[in-house]
Protein backbone atom coordinates (compact mmCIF):
# COMPACT_ATOMS: atom_id res chain seq x y z
CA UNK A 1 0.00 0.00 0.00
CA UNK A 2 1.96 2.84 -1.17
CA UNK A 3 0.58 5.68 0.92
CA UNK A 4 1.23 3.70 4.13
CA UNK A 5 4.17 1.15 3.11
CA UNK A 6 2.25 -1.52 4.53
CA UNK A 7 3.32 -4.91 2.50
CA UNK A 8 -0.12 -6.81 0.89
CA UNK A 9 -1.15 -9.08 -1.60
CA UNK A 10 -3.83 -10.64 -2.76
CA UNK A 11 -5.67 -14.38 -3.53
CA UNK A 12 -8.38 -13.62 -5.67
CA UNK A 13 -10.82 -17.06 -5.56
CA UNK A 14 -14.32 -17.61 -8.12
CA UNK A 15 -17.12 -19.27 -7.50
CA UNK A 16 -18.05 -19.79 -10.50
CA UNK A 17 -16.75 -19.22 -14.25
CA UNK A 18 -18.54 -17.89 -17.38
CA UNK A 19 -20.61 -20.68 -17.87
CA UNK A 20 -22.57 -20.34 -14.26
CA UNK A 21 -21.13 -23.32 -13.23
CA UNK A 22 -18.54 -23.98 -10.44
CA UNK A 23 -15.70 -22.64 -11.52
CA UNK A 24 -12.24 -24.78 -12.23
CA UNK A 25 -9.05 -24.66 -13.17
CA UNK A 26 -10.17 -23.30 -17.15
CA UNK A 27 -11.71 -20.62 -15.66
CA UNK A 28 -9.22 -19.46 -13.34
CA UNK A 29 -6.59 -19.80 -15.65
CA UNK A 30 -8.65 -17.86 -18.32
CA UNK A 31 -9.48 -14.99 -16.23
CA UNK A 32 -5.91 -14.73 -15.02
CA UNK A 33 -5.19 -14.21 -18.44
CA UNK A 34 -8.17 -11.97 -18.96
CA UNK A 35 -6.74 -9.32 -15.95
CA UNK A 36 -3.44 -9.54 -17.39
CA UNK A 37 -1.50 -12.77 -15.75
CA UNK A 38 -1.25 -11.11 -12.20
CA UNK A 39 1.59 -12.39 -9.72
CA UNK A 40 -0.94 -13.30 -7.29
CA UNK A 41 -2.94 -16.48 -7.75
CA UNK A 42 -6.41 -16.63 -9.34
CA UNK A 43 -7.63 -19.70 -7.26
CA UNK A 44 -11.14 -21.65 -7.92
CA UNK A 45 -13.66 -22.19 -5.08
CA UNK A 46 -16.66 -23.81 -7.20
CA UNK A 47 -17.60 -25.71 -3.79
CA UNK A 48 -17.66 -22.14 -1.86
CA UNK A 49 -15.68 -23.83 0.87
CA UNK A 50 -14.24 -19.93 1.55
CA UNK A 51 -18.31 -19.52 2.76
CA UNK A 52 -18.07 -21.86 5.64
CA UNK A 53 -15.05 -20.49 7.28
CA UNK A 54 -15.67 -16.67 6.48
CA UNK A 55 -18.12 -13.71 6.90
CA UNK A 56 -18.78 -14.13 3.27
CA UNK A 57 -22.56 -14.83 1.74
CA UNK A 58 -22.70 -15.10 -1.71
CA UNK A 59 -25.43 -12.51 -1.46
CA UNK A 60 -22.98 -9.91 -4.05
CA UNK A 61 -20.57 -9.60 -5.98
CA UNK A 62 -17.64 -8.82 -5.52
CA UNK A 63 -16.94 -10.12 -2.05
CA UNK A 64 -13.06 -9.90 -0.47
CA UNK A 65 -12.02 -9.95 3.13
CA UNK A 66 -9.12 -7.98 4.33
CA UNK A 67 -6.99 -10.44 6.31
CA UNK A 68 -3.70 -9.69 8.62
CA UNK A 69 -0.62 -11.53 8.33
CA UNK A 70 -1.64 -13.55 10.45
CA UNK A 71 -4.06 -14.74 8.41
CA UNK A 72 -7.07 -13.33 10.73
CA UNK A 73 -9.81 -12.27 9.14
CA UNK A 74 -10.14 -8.03 9.71
CA UNK A 75 -13.09 -7.85 7.77
CA UNK A 76 -15.33 -8.48 4.97
CA UNK A 77 -17.29 -6.57 2.38
CA UNK A 78 -19.44 -6.35 -0.86
CA UNK A 79 -19.99 -4.58 -3.64
CA UNK A 80 -18.10 -2.33 -6.34
CA UNK A 81 -15.91 -0.43 -3.64
CA UNK A 82 -15.52 -2.89 -1.68
CA UNK A 83 -11.77 -2.47 -1.61
CA UNK A 84 -12.28 0.79 -0.17
CA UNK A 85 -13.67 -0.62 3.10
CA UNK A 86 -10.66 -3.35 2.74
CA UNK A 87 -7.99 -0.81 3.03
CA UNK A 88 -9.84 0.83 6.11
CA UNK A 89 -9.77 -2.23 7.93
CA UNK A 90 -6.31 -2.92 6.69
CA UNK A 91 -5.55 0.89 8.07
CA UNK A 92 -7.20 0.39 11.36
CA UNK A 93 -5.18 -2.90 12.37
CA UNK A 94 -1.81 -1.18 11.35
CA UNK A 95 -3.05 1.83 13.81
CA UNK A 96 -2.98 4.40 11.03
Do not use: K, Q
Amino acid sequence: MAETGLEFSFIFALYEGGSGNAANADDCSAYAEHIGSPSFPVMSDGLERSVDVTPMTLDGHPEMCALAPDMTILGCHMGHGAYEYAWDDIRAHAGL
